[in-house]
């Protein structure tokens, strides 16, 4: 069986200016990739474009014809700079509508005159569009196919997931662990290509860590190395985890595990 | 005059398992964006992609194409997970070989008998590079064509583009400015939008705020939006951004530069 094809995986499109301007930290590709862990969904590659519409579509287009589902963030407002409504609509060559069910949300939310015709841009879905429910500030995320179109704003992102989580294949999720050792990862790095290389189904992270500053015996003694052993079959990884652990041994030094 | 041809663009392209996976939050697309602002260097895009050559080769080509230049982050150490020394040499298709400078250099910093064999991969550089210098732990970045690559340890990815610097062209660098008002995006949007239609060569973003939690009237106490000018014309940015000020009185707010 090609385990590849039978993967469930994922991509995030974050869309906007301010993440490429360098004004904002993204922090939904990290949320997004920790949200799909349980799933056994890999996120697979991530892409940031500009508030573009050509450059939206595109890699939108690229991303949902490759993988098993796509997150965008990003876009969804009121005002002229949220166009991801539109692109995702001429990505799938979808008319957008005012969705009567968002419209009847909205107009609820606002005072009366309040709901102006730009607030009601935030109802616009693509046709075949459903809905995506935000329990922050009510106006909906929506799904289109395999692509799931998300607020941009840390907390609205995250509380649509929730809405997101029962829509979602479930496939056999990743067990990891962590070892940390008090070596630099250049001591190590041949005993663990060994241990890779009997584990070919396994995915052994090296990842190493040090404290800046003071002196270069203070530098020296802060350096360090974190491993992570990520798979499928739990055996497997508790097994090549072992091995490390002696391995580690073997140097003189103390593994622990994190 | 094509804008757009004469525009100096970059892409940063991420190399590793650690961000996809949600173990490591990304902070280098945000520095980088920052570094090269001064420059009138726009980042255009960004793409995180796993430790697997084939992805980093198909990133690689597609955006040093598409851009004056790409940063990847990562992947250049002396473990068997650090593959990109060997998929940006696949990319540019050639041979990838220990550089006699990296290698004297590394030889230097190790104990005698400690410049092991892996430790020795970190000279590896595709024939035609050259070397990025990294005055926190040695071992090198390089650059080939228009291909910076760097290190993913942010306080050394940063040291490095130091040594970028000077290799960089320059163009004009973009003049911003940010107003933020107590009023929600929503309020404001169609006069922000005709402002937006009056200087068709800035970029105005809205990005809106609020403080979580409390009761609701807590909370639309604390709603407020950040509008962004941006372009590369300091007069129309000034008045686009007293434009601005002059709409935010009219709806009885005060506008706040920061």
């Known amino acids: 069986m090609d385990q590849a094809k039978h993967r469930l995986t994922a991509a995030v499109l974050v869309i906007g200016d301010e993440i490429l301007s360098g004004r904002t930290q993204d922090v939904n590709i990290a949320a997004i990739a920790r949200f799909l862990a349980p799933f056994g969904i890999d996120l697979y590659e991530a892409r940031c474009v500009p508030d573009i519409e050509g450059e939206i579509v595109a890699a939108v287009n690229a991303l949902r014809a490759r993988y098993t589902y796509v997150f965008t963030t990003?876009?969804?407002g009121p005002t002229h700079d949220d166009i991801t409504a539109d692109s995702?609509?001429?990505?799938?060559?979808m008319p957008v509508e005012h969705h009567p069910e968002v419209m009847a949300l909205l107009a609820a939310r606002y005072a009366p005159g309040d709901f102006n015709?730009?607030?009601?841009?935030?109802?616009?879905?693509p046709k075949g569009g459903t809905?995506?429910?935000?329990?922050?500030?009510?106006?909906?995320g929506f799904q289109i196919e395999n692509v799931f179109v998300l607020a941009g704003v840390p907390k609205i992102m995250q509380a649509m997931l929730e809405d997101v989580a029962p829509r979602l294949a479930r496939g056999t999720p990743v067990k990891s662990l962590s070892i940390t050792v008090r070596l630099p990862e250049?001591?190590?790095a041949q005993a663990l290509a060994e241990i890779q290389l009997r584990h070919p189904a396994l995915s052994i992270g090296s990842y190493p860590f040090f404290t800046m500053g003071g002196s270069m015996a203070e530098m020296r003694a802060s350096v360090g190395t974190t491993l992570v052993v990520r798979g499928r079959?739990?055996?497997?990884?508790e097994a090549a985890g072992i091995e490390i652990e002696a391995m580690i041994r073997s140097f003189g030094a103390v593994p622990e595990r994190s």
């Open 74 to 76: 990003g876009g969804i």
């Open 88 to 93: 995702i609509g001429a990505a799938f060559g």
């Open 186 to 188: 250049g001591r190590i």
């Open 131 to 140: 809905l995506i429910r935000n329990p922050v500030s009510t106006a909906p």
């Open 117 to 125: 015709e730009r607030r009601q841009r935030m109802a616009r879905v």
């Open 233 to 237: 079959d739990e055996a497997d990884v």
